[in-house]
């Protein structure tokens, strides 16, 4: 399984875009890249998932360079409530099948 | 639509005991993963059930067992419970697999 390496905490404030970056060398040719988010006490939430160049959904974009061995989390004019964990997966199918989540990047928005 | 649902929402039991926690899968999904996630940890997956047999399984003791029944809900059974074993016990069901995971809010297991 490929592993999968990221920031323990960030910081920003509300209204700017904030980027996550996620490190995964060793992704094999049919994995996926997929974002959760999870807040305290609740289970993670899915955000978005891609197999390489950019994807955008309502809340987020993911960007994937060529070589598919690291992947950006984009998250457009953050308010408070983006204060969560955000945790990078790579597996197959996109899914959070048979995968250990990591300690996650901890985002935490101020005012 | 009710998504994931999970009970009970926290249990206290005692080393040694067993408990059973139990998860309801979202409308039209097959597949039920759960997951256990100890404090300042990410979730770690402890295995999958499809067609009511178990495809996956994560790195876990034979203490861990699980149930898939024929309406999809599933159970997780721990024996002789660790002081150890006390997380947030997650349980995620998908439309298949390899597919979006939808989470529960999880049951609280605390082992005094």
């Known amino acids: 399984l490929a592993k999968t390496t990221q920031p323990i905490s960030m910081d920003s404030y509300e209204g700017q875009e904030v980027n996550i970056t996620c490190s995964h060398n060793?992704?094999?040719?049919?994995?996926?890249i997929t974002w959760y988010q999870q807040f305290p006490s609740q289970g993670p939430r899915f955000i978005i998932q891609?197999?390489?160049t950019k994807v955008t959904n309502e809340v987020a974009s993911l960007f994937i360079p060529a070589d598919r061995k690291s992947s950006t989390l984009s998250l457009p004019r953050v308010s408070l409530s983006d204060t969560a964990v955000y945790y990078c997966?790579?597996?197959?199918?996109?899914?959070?099948?048979?995968?250990?989540f990591g300690k996650g990047t901890h985002l935490i928005i101020q005012p | 639509d009710a998504g994931v649902t999970q009970s009970p929402t926290h249990l206290i039991k005692t080393r040694g005991q067993q408990v059973t926690l139990r998860c309801s899968p979202k409308?039209?999904?097959?597949?039920v993963s759960w997951y256990q996630q100890a404090l300042g940890q990410g979730p770690q997956f402890i295995f999958q059930?499809?067609?009511?047999?178990?495809?996956q399984r994560g790195n876990f003791p034979d203490r861990f067992s699980g149930h898939q029944f024929p309406n999809y809900s599933s159970e997780l059974n721990v024996n002789a419970l660790l002081l150890g074993d006390s997380a947030l016990y997650l349980c995620?069901?998908?439309?298949?697999?390899?597919?979006?995971?939808?989470f529960g809010q999880g049951t609280r297991l605390t082992v005094v």
């Open positions: 995620a069901s998908s439309p298949g697999m390899n597919t979006e995971a939808f």
């Open positions: 060793n992704i094999a040719t049919n994995d996926y």
């Open positions: 891609g197999y390489k």
């Open positions: 997966l790579v597996g197959v199918g996109g899914g959070a099948d048979g995968l250990t």
């Open positions: 409308s039209g999904h097959d597949t």
């Open positions: 059930y499809y067609e009511e047999e178990e495809r």
